[in-house]
T-cell receptor, first 114, second 107 residues
Framework: ETGVTQSPTHLIKTRGQQVTLRCSSQ?????VSWYQQALGQGPQFIFQ???????GRGNFPPRFSGLQFPNYSSELNVNALELDDSALYLC?????????????FGPGTRLTVL | KNEVEQSPQNLTAQEGEFITINCSYS?????LHWLQQHPGGGIVSLFM???GKKKHGRLIATINIQEKHSSLHITASHPRDSAVYIC?????????FGTGTRLQVFP
C-alpha cells in the first residue's frame, strides 16, 4: 500500500474524445510524475510536476497535459484520443524530484480507446 | 539502440536460487531506481541509488556509475519474488525505463 490512489480504475473511450485521469498523492509529496505503459512494454515518462509547475516532459504531444493542485492531487488530460493511447496510465508521487527521492506508484488507470 | 538495456529479459529459477538481473544504460544519470511490477500493474519501488550498494532484506542493488551498469540480486529466491523487475535511470528530469526482466520462481 503506497498511499497513492488513482481514479478511475478502468475507462473506455472512443477515438477523438477527451479524458481526465486523476491521482491523489501522499500528503507532503510535492512532486508527481505520470507514465504511460502500453501492453508488454515498460513505462514511458509523460511529464513531472513539481510544486504545481511542469518540470520535465517526455516525448509526448501537447494533447497530453497535466495539472497539480495544492491538495496533493493531480490530473492527466488527454485530448483527441487515438487508438494508440490505449494503455495503463500510472502516477507516482515523491518528496521532491524523482532523481533523488523514492517514487510511490498508484495502481494505475487502464484506458481503452475504441 | 535503447538507452536502457536489461538482461536477461526472462528468467526462471527454482526456489532458493540466487538471482542476478543486469541493467546497462548509455546516458548520464544522477540516480537509478529499481522497481518491481506484479501482474495487474502495481509498481513498488525497491531501491534508489546513486553510488555503491544498498541492501534490503534478501535484495541487494549495486551501481557502477563509471561503467554505467547496475545489478539487482535476490538471495534465496522465493515464489513470491515472481514479478517483472524494471531498471529506471534518472536523466535530465525524467526516469527512463528498461523493458523489464520477467522473473518466475518455482517451488
Amino acid at each position: 500500500e503506497t498511499g497513492v490512489t488513482q481514479s478511475p480504475t478502468h475507462l473506455i473511450k472512443t477515438r477523438g474524445q477527451q479524458v481526465t485521469l486523476r491521482c491523489s498523492s501522499q500528503s507532503g509529496h510535492n512532486t508527481v510524475s505520470w507514465y504511460q505503459q502500453a501492453l508488454g512494454q515498460g513505462p514511458q515518462f509523460i511529464f513531472q510536476y513539481y510544486r504545481e509547475e511542469e518540470n520535465g516532459r517526455g516525448n509526448f504531444p501537447p494533447r497530453f497535459s497535466g495539472l497539480q493542485f495544492p491538495n496533493y492531487s493531480s490530473e492527466l488530460n488527454v485530448n483527441a484520443l487515438e487508438l494508440d493511447d490505449s494503455a495503463l496510465y500510472l502516477c507516482a508521487s515523491s518528496r521532491g524530484l524523482a532523481g533523488g527521492n523514492t517514487q510511490y506508484f498508484g495502481p494505475g488507470t487502464r484506458l481503452t480507446v475504441l | 539502440k535503447n538507452e536502457v538495456e536489461q538482461s536477461p529479459q526472462n528468467l526462471t529459477a527454482q526456489e532458493g536460487e540466487f538471482i542476478t538481473i543486469n541493467c546497462s544504460y548509455s546516458v548520464g544519470i544522477s540516480a537509478l531506481h529499481w522497481l518491481q511490477q506484479h501482474p495487474g500493474g502495481g509498481i513498488v519501488s525497491l531501491f534508489m541509488l546513486s553510488s555503491g550498494k544498498k541492501k534490503h532484506g534478501r535484495l541487494i542493488a549495486t551501481i557502477n556509475i563509471q561503467e554505467k551498469h547496475s545489478s539487482l540480486h535476490i538471495t534465496a529466491s522465493h515464489p513470491r519474488d515472481s514479478a517483472v523487475y524494471i531498471c529506471a535511470p534518472y536523466n535530465t528530469d525524467k526516469l527512463i525505463f528498461g523493458t523489464g526482466t520477467r522473473l518466475q520462481v518455482f517451488p
